[in-house]
């Protein structure tokens, strides 16, 4: 499915989201400003662009792997979604988990933005949920490792 998603710069200095090479998932977002984010501490950094998303679709903002791995620089909120009837300037959290101060320069690549479509969805209250062999086990119940026949 092809989708056409409109984008309009809000600031002179705005990149267009791009892909880095054809049949990318995300689309790199970039900065519009010059910030220091020291260790341990968050901040948030302007795009200057505005999105209008078709129906049925959201953006998911997710880090990108070089910044993560080289500075431990993440998006704080991963991933931030930005619902289709948003229509404010995109915004992303970066978080520096490093240990040294991290400068976010403008034209710099801070996230990456993957468009998804949404499902229509009905919730229905009810009194009882079917069985599962899984139930209510989670958060670790699986195990660290997966068990290997050794012989």
Known sequence: MNY???VKKIN?????PQQAHDGDAGF???????????????ALIATGIQLELPKQTEAQVRPRSGLAL???VTVLNSPGTIDEGYRGEIKVILINHG????????HM??????????PVVTLTEVDEISVSNRGA???GSS?????????
């Open 4 to 6: 056409e998603i409109k």
């Open 109 to 118: 690549r801070i996230a990456q933005m993957v468009i998804a479509t949404v």
């Open 143 to 151: 195990g660290v490792h997966r068990e290997v026949n050794r012989k």
């Open 99 to 106: 240990t040294k101060p991290f400068k976010v320069e403008k």
């Open 28 to 42: 790199d977002l970039f900065s519009v400003e010059d910030v220091l984010i020291n260790p341990g501490e968050a």
């Open 137 to 139: 086990k989670g958060f």
């Open 70 to 72: 080289k500075h431990a």
């Open 12 to 16: 002179a200095d705005a990149l267009l």
